[in-house]
Nanobody
Framework: DVQLVESGGGSVQAGGSLRLTCLVS????????MGWFRQAPGKEREGVAA???????YYADSVKGRFTTSQEKTKNTLYLRMNSLEPEDTATYYC??????????????????RGQGTQVTVS
C-alpha cells in the first residue's frame, strides 16, 4: 500500500515562509503525478501544485511565483516551499500521488493516494 506522511506545517505571520515535506512509501509506479492540494474550512479543495516523474511542475494561479514543489526521488520525498504567505493560504495541506493520470494541478485532490494533512495558519 502507498502511504504518504506530511510534515512541516505551522503558524507564521503574513510574508513568512514554510516548507512542507511529504514522505512517500510503497510507491513504485514508473509513470506518476505527485502534488499538493489544500482545504480551508467551508471551502472546496484546491489543487496547489503538481510534479510529474520528469520533474515538470504545475501551479495554481493563486500560488504561482510564491510556491515551489520539488521531489527527491532517492529519498521518496516531495516538498512544497511556500514563500510570501498570505492569510488566504491558511488551510490544511495534503500531498497526493497517483499513477497513469493526467498531471494537472486541478486534479491533484482526486488522486487515489493522499496523506493525513498538515495545518498551515497564516496571520
Amino acid at each position: 500500500d502507498v502511504q504518504l506522511v506530511e510534515s512541516g506545517g505551522g503558524s507564521v505571520q503574513a510574508g513568512g515562509s514554510l516548507r512542507l515535506t511529504c514522505l512517500v512509501s510503497g510507491h513504485t509506479a514508473n509513470r506518476y503525478c505527485m502534488g499538493w492540494f489544500r482545504q480551508a474550512p467551508g471551502k472546496e479543495r484546491e489543487g496547489v501544485a503538481a510534479i510529474n516523474i520528469g520533474g515538470s511542475t504545475y501551479y495554481a494561479d493563486s500560488v504561482k511565483g510564491r510556491f515551489t514543489t520539488s521531489q527527491e526521488k532517492t529519498k521518496n520525498t516531495l516538498y512544497l516551499r511556500m514563500n510570501s504567505l498570505e492569510p488566504e493560504d491558511t488551510a490544511t495541506y495534503y500531498c497526493a500521488v497517483d499513477r497513469g493520470v493526467v498531471c494537472l494541478t486541478r486534479l491533484v485532490s482526486q488522486y487515489k493516494n493522499r496523506g493525513q494533512g498538515t495545518q498551515v495558519t497564516v496571520s
